[in-house]
């Protein structure tokens, strides 16, 4: 029940907004702001985000597939779950954490992915979990690395600066 008030209440806020932009951009003679007009619909997206993900939600609670919603969106049923899924970890039957508890995380990622493509494997393999290990053989590595490079290019390095800036957690 919560779920269809807050729908509801989130549906009469994109209502007000969606009016409020077209109202503002059907009059021209008043010159808007036109960064006003993508403030209004920047907020007109983002409701329409909130009110997609409930309605999402609702139609899982319903019983209605992945495959369901998917075909819905215009979109597999792997990219609806992507976008609107909440991973269940299969240990305890509860919804997943997808947050990094890793501060260094990146750091570590681009460490691991220099020593495998430098040719260091023994001390990318350091970080590797047994599954990981278990499957990322020297034939796998080889054979994937033409791949990738007959699909983007060779890797030609890093660059100068830090390969991203890590933003706030």
């Not at 369901?68 to 899924?85: D, I, K, N």
């Not at 954490?97 to 890793?102: E, G, K, L, Q, Y």
């Not at 030609?156 to 890590?166: L, M």
Request: aromatic letters at 6%; a negative charge.
């Amino acid at each position: 029940m919560a779920d269809s008030l807050s729908l509801t209440l989130l549906s009469a806020q994109l209502a007000e907004q969606t009016a409020l932009l077209a109202e503002r951009a059907s009059h021209p003679q008043a010159s808007p702001s036109y960064l006003d007009l993508v403030r209004n619909a920047q907020s007109a997206a983002e409701l329409a985000e909130q009110v997609l993900k409930l309605c999402v939600q609702q139609s899982r609670d319903a019983g209605h597939t992945w495959q369901e919603v998917g075909g819905q969106l215009g979109v597999t049923r792997q990219a609806a779950f992507q976008r609107f899924g909440k991973p269940i970890d299969p240990r305890t039957g509860e919804p997943m954490d997808r947050t990094v508890h890793m501060t260094d995380a990146a750091q570590r990622a681009v460490r691991i992915v220099t020593d495998a493509l430098d040719g260091r494997m023994d001390d990318a393999r350091k970080s590797f979990s047994a599954e990981v290990l278990a499957a990322f053989r020297d034939e796998k590595r080889g054979s994937a690395r033409p791949t990738a490079a007959g699909l983007v290019g060779a890797f030609e390095g890093f660059g100068e600066g830090a390969p991203f800036e890590p933003g706030p957690c």
